[in-house]
């Protein structure tokens, strides 16, 4: 194999092991522990294997017990199961509103298109949480949008909308919309008008010709745009944290919980390992959908 090659393929790969497989190991490692009141708070697997026959020995005695917990423990499976409720609802949402926005950007004139363009990627300029901690000051009763609801005269009384999963779901969307609007922009700008045209001309009206023809061909940026919301919503922490409340229930704030108020590391490390897992899936899907995007561009 050329030495550029090989060169090309161990970098991706050597970051990989480095940043992903030996942490998660080492996450595996203590998720496998038992709880101890110490310094590390478990009580270390594997350490003072030093041949074949104390690693039998090991595997005779190794248990599952802290996952086992997680099925018999009705905080963590509806946590699991809110998070994904959560995810998805924002996901939708976020949809629902970057996909108008990506479509006027790919609709405007080809001049503007740049300073769209910097718009929506001008959040990222700001602090993540700066941001979400804005957010604070206009959803509270005190807030500018209770204000600005109160001086139009739409409601006779500031709104609960802080610490509820609603300031949740607004706080995600305002989040990852770029994320959404950024690949199905993308998709959208390469779409060739004259088969809008051609539909009009075979008798489509204009939504029909929206619905059938631009709507299949933005198909791949808005699987895109999806998973890159859906995934990191799973596992959000700081969201839920900060505008969410104490009825908001969502795996990274338990999962926080367990690591820093209950110091139950073993614990915590299984909830974590479960939440990679399932979050495996639309990532792999997500792969696939890119490989075939890929192909069909060949």
Request: overall charge negative; proline content about 6%; charged content about 15%.
């Amino acid at each position: 194999m050329d030495l550029r090659k090989l060169f090309l393929i161990l970098v991706p790969y050597s970051w990989l092991l480095a940043l992903f497989l030996i942490p998660f190991a080492i996450v595996l490692k203590i998720a496998l522990s038992d709880y101890a009141i110490a310094i590390p708070p478990y009580v270390p697997t594997l350490d003072g294997i030093g041949n074949w026959s104390d690693f039998k020995t090991f595997l005779s005695e190794l248990d599952f017990e802290n996952f086992i917990f997680l099925t018999e423990d009705e905080l963590y499976w509806r946590a699991y199961l809110s998070s994904a409720k959560i995810a998805f609802l924002s996901t939708l949402m976020t949809l629902l509103v970057g996909f108008p926005l990506a479509y006027a950007m790919a609709r405007a004139a080809s001049e503007w298109r740049p300073t769209l363009m910097m718009l929506a990627i001008l959040p990222f300029w700001t602090s993540f949480l700066i941001r979400v901690y804005a957010w604070k000051s206009i959803l509270s009763q005190e807030g500018y949008l209770n204000q600005v609801l109160l001086w139009v005269g739409v409601i006779d009384s500031p709104l609960m909308i802080l610490n509820t999963n609603t300031a949740v779901y607004i706080g995600i969307v305002y989040t990852y919309l770029p994320f959404m609007v950024l690949p199905v922009y993308a998709a959208l700008e390469k779409l060739d008008d004259t088969l809008l045209e051609a539909a009009e001309d075979l008798g489509c009206s204009r939504f029909q010709a929206f619905w059938l023809v631009t709507v299949p061909l933005s198909k791949p940026g808005i699987i895109a745009g999806c998973f890159l919301v859906f995934i990191p919503a799973l596992g959000e922490f700081v969201i839920p944290s900060v505008l969410g409340g104490s009825d908001t229930l969502m795996i990274g704030k338990v999962l926080w919980e367990e690591f820093f108020s209950n110091r139950d590391w073993p614990v915590a490390s299984a909830v974590a390992v479960i939440l990679l897992l399932l979050l495996i899936l639309p990532i792999v899907l997500f792969q696939r959908n890119e490989q075939k995007q890929r192909e069909a561009e060949k």
